[in-house]
DNA sequence: CCACGGATTGGCT
DNA sequence: GCCAATCCGTGGA
């Protein structure tokens, strides 16, 4: 694998824009982090939108409170949150300031680092095939694998650490539009957007 | 392979 | 007090 071409870092233009859309180009893009020195990328598979001025399943959907106000922000920061007591989800904030907008992280796969998501994930560096695809196939899988926790709300993706790589747009007859998984309001809303035929995604 | 339920914190009512 | 943008182990087909 090539190593990550760190001059193609996205810069804030391209999140100012709906969910929707930055949820559709963002597929095929590359998430790294840097993370003491080494690098951690994968290649983004699928992802959902949430817009908090129609969409009742949005964190922002209530208004401003302390645990969403990241998410109400501009875009081109990540929004960490953490739910069911020991899972962190990652959320690529989108939008200009106070719309509420962001896109969830719900499938990656790994290009550099995988070793190092093995132990974050498993505790050990050999790992067998189907526990690669089991490395960063959901969001919290994610947070894991890459790291990330709290301490990550609110960082800028323009910065160094945590960014996203451009790369070819996934063209619209590769990709699926289904509803989102595991919320129980706007249940409806065809907001979740995965490759065709990748392995790397929760669910079909 | 699929279905089900337990884990376990913290945000909001 | 209720319950969540989830994951994993267990048990049965």
């Avoid at 963002?26 to 080494?38: A, N, Y």
């Avoid at 983004?44 to 949005?58: K, L, N, R």
């Avoid at 875009?75 to 739910?83: I, K, N, P, Q, S």
């Avoid at 323009?158 to 063209?171: C, M």
Wanted: glycine content about 10%; some cysteine; aromatic content about 8%.
């Amino acid at each position: 694998m090539a190593p990550a071409d760190l001059n193609k870092k996205l810069d804030r233009s391209f999140y100012i824009t709906s969910a929707q859309k930055a949820a559709r180009m963002l597929l095929g893009k590359i998430f790294v982090r840097i993370k003491e020195g080494s690098i951690l990328s994968g290649m983004i598979t699928e992802v959902e939108a949430y817009d908090g001025s129609v969409d009742e399943a949005a964190h922002t959907f209530i208004g401003k409170t302390k645990r969403n106000e990241v998410m109400f922000g501009e875009g081109g920061v990540l929004y960490v949150y953490f739910t069911y007591g020991m899972h962190f989800c990652c959320n690529v904030v989108t939008g200009k300031e106070g719309e509420g907008c962001a896109v969830l992280l719900r499938g990656i796969e790994p290009l550099e680092g995988i070793d190092k998501m093995a132990v974050n994930r498993y505790g050990r560096k050999t790992i067998s095939e189907k526990e690669k695809i089991n490395l960063t196939n959901g969001p919290a899988k994610i947070t894991q694998a890459f790291a990330i926790d709290r301490s990550d709300n609110g960082k800028d993706l323009t910065g160094g650490e945590i960014f996203i790589l451009d790369a070819e747009t996934v063209p619209l007859k590769k990709i699926s539009v289904t509803k989102r998984i595991g919320i129980k309001k706007s249940v409806d809303l065809p907001w979740r957007f995965y490759i065709n035929g990748n392995s790397y995604v929760s669910k079909k």
